[in-house]
């Protein structure tokens, strides 16, 4: 299957400073990603939806001003979280659409950003 | 918003048993998906669905996409011990060129005794 990596795989920030979050389609182009946050024991919870060459659209709930995506490349989305909290710890996960299969296209998911932040 | 009820929500069972598990939605879906995720990592994609009724199978996994697009179940025979982890449904609405996200359920939690 497609292959999608994330960078950083973990990160440490103190509160207050803002950490980005980089999501990339190895193998093929997607020009739509998605954001998804995952809490300990718990679902992945869509977050946004990341369109190249367009604003990204985000779910109800989500803060677009703290979670700025930028959709730069047809490989390419970032996720910054802006003036982090220690209630923005998480697992952050993204995904990205390889429309080969047809039909609706398959997701296929990074390995995730674990975020720590103090 | 939609919502998915996947159940079990963990099962205990002996190296070698067969494993069900289903989801149920309250709305319909162009689209199921079976992943498999482990501790620290990405869902990994295991079986896609796109047509109501179909059925199929990866190896040992098979699944199918229920006549009424409201379900899906995922089954998997003579378990292993690496068949460990949690199993997530997911679906998708697809409205007509629509770019939507993924649906999740909240997992089936799957530990296999030796």
């Known amino acids: 299957g497609a292959v999608v990596s994330q960078h950083p795989s973990r990160v440490i920030c103190k509160s207050g400073t803002s950490v980005k979050i980089e999501c990339r389609s190895l193998?093929?182009?997607?020009?739509?990603m998605f954001w998804y946050r995952q809490f300990p024991k718990q679902s992945l919870m869509l977050m946004a939806t990341?369109?190249?060459?367009?604003?990204?659209?985000?779910e109800q709930g989500v803060e677009k001003d703290k979670f700025l995506i930028n959709h730069a490349s047809l490989t390419l989305s970032t996720l910054t979280v802006t003036s982090a909290h220690p209630e923005d710890s998480s697992f952050y996960i993204c995904?990205?659409?390889?429309?080969?299969?047809?039909?609706?296209?398959?997701?296929?998911f990074g390995p995730g950003t674990r975020l720590l932040v103090l | 918003g939609q919502q998915l009820n996947q159940s079990p929500q963990s099962m205990f069972i002996q190296e070698g048993e067969d494993v069900s598990m289903n989801c149920t939605s309250s709305?319909?879906?162009?689209?199921w998906l079976w992943y498999k995720q482990e501790p620290g990592e990405g869902p990994v994609l295991l079986i896609a669905?796109?047509?109501?009724?179909e059925l199929t199978s990866n190896g040992r996994l098979t699944a199918q996409f229920g006549i009424t697009r409201k379900d899906s179940f995922l089954n998997i025979s003579a378990s292993i011990p690496s068949d460990v982890g949690i199993y997530f449904c997911?679906?998708?609405?697809?409205?007509?060129?629509?770019?939507?996200?993924?649906?999740f359920g909240k997992g089936t939690h799957l530990i296999i005794q030796p």
């Open positions: 997911a679906g998708q609405s697809y409205p007509g060129g629509g770019a939507d996200g993924l649906t």
């Open positions: 709305s319909i879906f162009n689209t």
């Open positions: 669905l796109y047509k109501a009724g």
């Open positions: 995904s990205a659409r390889d429309w080969s299969s047809g039909g609706a296209g398959t997701q296929y």
């Open positions: 193998d093929f182009q997607a020009t739509t």
């Open positions: 990341s369109n190249e060459g367009s604003k990204a659209t985000y």
